[in-house]
């Protein structure tokens, strides 16, 4: 858990939204932890309906794009937004990231999770983009977005030799910010 090893308070109002959430696993048990109603957005009908029928997750399906599905949500809405192996296979991950900061409030969290081009993200055809820290760092800020974590991990789980290693994924969380132009 980011938040409780940065010593970080989770959000207590808003809602959750989960951005490439397929069935929703991620934000029910975020949802759970943090008392916050989630939503989840994605383009697979059937794990929609599983987060629905099931996990009782608000959800919202992907027609044709997602800038436009993420248009259909209100702005300064969500405290936590997060796109976990999501973003890679978006058309345009800086506008999709533009588009989740104008719905977050203010002093929200985006997380992300992200194939690591240094470690081996470059092998899936359905990746349009990749990322390394540098990369994906330069984004967040370009957005309003104050960079708190970002570093390259291992997964989670098992996995074949050649994504077993300790860079092959980036984690970050970074908060909404009003930054300040100092000129």
Request: aromatic content about 8%; glycine content about 6%.
């Amino acid at each position: 858990n980011i938040f409780k090893k940065l010593n970080l308070s989770l959000p207590k109002n808003g809602k959750i939204l989960d951005i490439g959430g397929y069935q929703g696993l991620f934000a029910w048990t975020l949802s759970a932890f943090t008392g916050l109603k989630a939503k989840i957005i994605d383009y697979n009908p059937n794990g929609l309906k599983f987060a629905s029928s099931f996990l009782g997750i608000e959800q919202q399906q992907i027609s044709n794009d997602i800038l436009l599905s993420l248009l259909e949500n209100t702005k300064n809405t969500f405290s936590i937004i997060s796109m976990i192996h999501s973003l890679e296979h978006m058309r345009d991950p800086k506008e999709v990231i533009r588009l989740s900061t104008e719905l977050l409030k203010d002093n929200g969290y985006i997380y992300i999770e992200v194939p690591n081009s240094l470690g081996s993200g470059l092998n899936d055809p359905t990746h349009l983009y990749t990322f390394n820290k540098n990369s994906l760092t330069l984004i967040l800020i370009s957005n309003n977005l104050n960079p708190i974590y970002v570093e390259s991990g291992s997964l989670t789980h098992q996995a074949e030799p050649e994504f077993s290693n300790d860079r092959v994924v980036i984690r970050a969380l970074a908060q909404k910010t009003n930054f300040i132009d100092k000129d």
